[in-house]
């Protein structure tokens, strides 16, 4: 047949450049990725994610004034950069939040994130059942890197209750923030208090997916390390220090220098190697999923109830509205009456024929095909 290829003497069809395909076009098309920060203010968001990016995303501070502490409310700040590497292009749009855990009463400062989460994925639901369906711009949030302060003792209620919140719209990462603050057995602790938090009130965060066990040693190690690291202790900086010849992001102290891609100094490496290197695909497809799977699910279940109450509602009206139903009724007991009065009929020819003796049945079949052209019912 003309057009397939021969190897070995084997047919193909062509569909083994599949793979080869998507991801050429995808690449051509580019990576959208919405990474989503959450902690207070001052715990090193803006600074991490210029780390983590090599940007300058937050080159000027925003230091929101005219809001008391008590009136401060969080909102939603969202930038997209694009980034190219090797003819690869990475759209990458960050949300900050600040303000969030700010005010002096912030027991429902999970409540705009929660919103900014769903508006994205009914936003994305829209968009699927339009006509515009190919061209549909995905701003669904991927991750959430949650902010743990490194001077508490594990999570606080405030931390709880957004992770409770929101564990099952979004891919929660926590992190340990400015963990250049705590001496090395300080990390291990608070990491196990927060893990241990984390277990007791039945928070789902990301979970890491299993290593395909034909994966090599180096890369199954890797994952053990990384999935042993949570929640990561970052630390971020702004500026390149010049140490022995080579140029680094780190920040200098009085007494020494912590180096932000040293693996001996934080978990920085683990982090970034996961965010882009290796979990980046996975994030979006437990969000896709996962998260909006449960979030369509709940649309279409809400809007079926709607529809059953409307259809309620709507034979309460006709009923309501329709006299001839009542008609209907009493032309129905009419025929049920006629039906019964012929079977009584019947029953007494029967027994007439039985008296003269004749064979109930042929006389029978002859009277019920004259019944059936007098009687019509
Ligand atoms: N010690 C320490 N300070 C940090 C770290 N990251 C940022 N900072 C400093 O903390 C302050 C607030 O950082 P910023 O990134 O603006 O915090 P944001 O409000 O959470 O975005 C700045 O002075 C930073 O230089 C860190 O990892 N360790
Ligand atoms: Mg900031």
Redesign the pocket.
Known sequence: MDGCLHKNGQEFIGFATLPEQVHRKSVKRGFDFTLM?V?????????????LFLTDL?KE?IIPTGQSLVEKTVSIEKKTIEIEERGVKLRLTVV?T?GFGDAVNCEECWKSVERYVDEQFNKFFQDESGLNRKNIQDHRVHCCLY?VPPYGHGLRQMDVEFMRRLHRKVNIVPVI?????LTKSEIIKLKSNIMNDIETNKIKIYQFPECDSDEDEEFKQQDRELKASIPFA?????CVIEVAGKKMRG?QYPWGI?E?ENAAH?DFVKLRTMLISTHMQDMKEVTQDIHYENFRAQCISQMQQVALKERNKLKRESAANFDTVGDADKLLQQKDEEIRRMQEMMRQMQEKLKESGKDPATALSLEASKRDSVVNV
């Open positions: 920060v902690g207070e203010s001052g715990l090193g968001k803006s600074t991490l994610i210029n780390s937050y501070r900050d600040p902010f923030a400015k963990s250049d603050t970052v630390i971020g900086s702004n920040r912590v932000v934080c």
